[in-house]
């Protein structure tokens, strides 16, 4: 086991934007571990950040270290993207690298807001961008700075600026959020007497897919984040539920039990009728499409306990994927298709568990017993999940080796049935280099 | 469009919104629920969501008197007890009697494991009782076996008396 060595708040910065409820915000952050090495990075104070609802180098700070690869410091001075800043200085201070920039209130009420990344350890201008934006869009150009660090830093790409989605319930009411990977700016995409569950991002980041209860069955409905329209995927008799889209968005795999039982199908994402993939008298559900598109794993209780499989995606000849447990449900594959998340029932806990497909090995990463339904950061290196922590209901992020967790706090109510949404496309930006 | 599921603004739903649900439906495009801006950011703001609020289903028909509306099960079973034969008689006998009557069983599960298998095992619950009805002489165009999963428990809680309780199909007439 690994021991609990420091734990670290973060994020308890006081918005003091807009009117808006703020109740579902803030991840906490919890580092546990030996031997992690971390980025020290200093934040300058941009430039008339007091300008802007959004402290965008806090946000831009509490981001990078919630990954637990960055450490961050004070600057202690205001120095913007023109600034030349003294290098030698902050590698005294212990820094590899320093963020500058600013924030400017333009005639037409947006903000444009600058940055500039510098290599103390090379004494190397590392680039910066500028982002004009509307107040609603303050927090999202502060993610893509984030981004902008993370990919110069460690070479890979971030998911700060990407959205995740989840569902409370408080009294009779059952929520469908839409967050900022940080647990903020919540907004809801659907409000409902009955419950939610499943929500799965398209590809492209604008629409999502669930199950919606309302009319007092199983029903999945496809909706657009944005404009609000959604439509009915699937309403056939009996229970249609589990939607998950395939990778080039032109098909979803859900479960329906129309012709008996519950079994796999797809649909075109325009509707239309569905194609049955499996056909057994058992249990098949929580389907889940490898990365290339090629296969679609699943939960099947075929073997007399419920095991992850995986088939062809067109359908065909059944792989068992689980041999340990005789509980493994809700698969969830990284981008590179070499990691499997799921949970696994252990001496009667639900616990999270990542496999190495490349070496079938699998292990627990949680230290809680209630977890459920796993997604990936679109880029591979963190999780989130749905658990429960001294008997309520919590988001989690994680990375995989269970290192550095993070809790969604704040929320009132439950929260559970969370998805990390894909990588959104770029934001206008000028001389981003 | 028949009256497929006519779901209310919450507005209307306060006045009492009720609707019938027929089954055999085929997907169509959704009326239901209404949009409302939840924020106050311009529209052009890239990370901008619509809320859309979804309204109620009410029942009309409260089915047969003094019959009871659930069937229990046991753990990890989905076989009808001796004791629920009665009930599901009472039930089938209301059917037969009237053709046009329509009820949904509704499956349930009990609050452990993961929300989808929960839904699968509801269902495996609700598709028993229809079975049930059917060997009894009801019409299988009069029931839809549908799951809730785990997310209606009748009753809170998390030891195996609320267990037990929640492990259950339920009748409900439209």
């Known amino acids: 086991m690994i021991s609990r060595l420091t734990r670290l708040v973060f994020g308890l910065l006081v918005t003091l934007c807009c009117g808006l409820p703020s109740a579902f915000a803030q991840f906490r952050v919890d580092v546990s571990g030996v031997g992690l090495t971390q980025v020290p990075i200093a934040f300058a104070n941009f430039r008339d950040e007091q300008t802007s609802p959004q402290k965008i180098a806090a946000i831009v700070q509490a981001d990078l270290e919630r990954s637990g690869q960055f450490r961050g410091l004070a600057a202690g001075q205001v120095l913007d993207e023109t600034s030349r800043p003294d290098i030698s200085g902050f590698r005294q201070k212990g820094a590899d690298a320093l963020l500058t920039g600013s924030v400017t209130r333009l005639a037409d009420g947006r903000y444009d807001v600058r940055f500039r990344l510098w290599d103390v350890v090379k004494s190397q201008d590392l680039g910066g961008a500028s982002y004009a934006v509307v107040t609603g869009d303050l927090r999202l150009a502060a993610h893509r700075i984030a981004d902008f660090v993370y990919e110069k830093l460690t070479g890979e790409r971030g998911v700060f600026s990407t959205r995740v989605a989840y569902v409370t319930k408080s009294a009779q009411r059952f929520s469908l959020w839409i967050a900022d990977a940080d647990g903020e700016n919540a907004q809801a995409a659907l409000t409902s007497p009955e419950p939610i569950i499943s929500p799965s991002w398209a590809p492209n980041g604008q629409q999502l897919a669930y199950v919606s209860f309302e009319s007092r069955k199983p029903v999945v409905y496809v909706h657009d984040v944005s404009t609000g329209k959604r439509r009915v995927l699937a309403n056939f008799r009996g229970s249609n539920s589990a939607p998950t889209w395939s990778p080039d968005g032109q098909r979803l795999a859900v479960t329906l039990s129309r012709d008996g039982g519950s079994q796999i199908y797809l649909i075109p994402a325009a509707g239309g009728e569905p194609q049955r993939l499996t056909q057994s008298n058992s249990i098949d559900t929580e389907p889940v499409f490898s990365p290339d598109g090629s296969a679609i794993y699943f939960v099947s209780d075929r073997g007399g306990s419920p095991q992850i499989y995986r088939m062809p995606a067109q359908g065909g000849p059944v792989q068992r994927v689980t041999f340990t447990g005789n509980y493994n449900i809700s698969p969830s594959l990284s981008a590179d298709g070499r990691w499997m998340a799921y949970i696994s029932r252990v001496g009667g806990q639900y616990k999270l568990h990542v496999m190495d497909l490349n070496a079938d090995k699998a292990q627990a990463i949680t230290e809680t017993s209630a977890d459920e339904r796993p997604s990936f950061a679109p880029n591979g290196r963190m999780l989130i999940y749905a658990t429960q922590v001294q008997g309520r209901e919590a988001l989690m992020t994680t990375t995989l080796d269970g290192r550095i967790t993070a809790r969604l706090a704040g929320q009132s109510g439950d929260i559970r049935e969370p998805h990390w949404g894909p990588f959104q496309n770029k934001m206008n930006s000028t001389k981003e280099n | ?174």
């Open chain 2, 1 to 174: 469009m028949k009256k497929f599921l006519l779901s209310c603004a919450v507005v209307l739903a306060l006045a009492g919104c009720s609707s019938g649900v027929k089954l055999n439906d085929v997907p169509v495009e959704d009326k239901t629920g209404t949009t409302a801006s939840t924020n106050d950011a311009p529209s052009s703001a890239q990370s901008g969501v619509t809320t859309v609020q979804a309204g109620k289903v009410s029942n009309i028909d409260p089915g047969p008197a003094g019959v009871g509306k659930v069937v229990y099960f046991d753990f990890d079973s989905f076989v009808i007890k001796a004791e629920s034969q009665a009930l599901i008689e009472a039930h089938a006998r209301y059917l037969r009697a009237d053709k046009n009557r329509r009820v949904s069983i509704e499956g349930h599960a009990d609050d452990r494991g993961g929300r989808e298998y929960n839904l699968a095992l509801g269902q495996k619950r609700s598709e028993a009782v229809r079975k049930a009805l059917g060997l009894l002489g009801v019409s299988d165009g009069q029931l839809e076996a549908v799951s809730f999963g785990k997310e209606k428990p009748a009753v809170p809680g998390n030891d195996e008396a609320a267990y037990a309780k929640n492990r259950r199909a339920e009748f409900n007439y439209r």
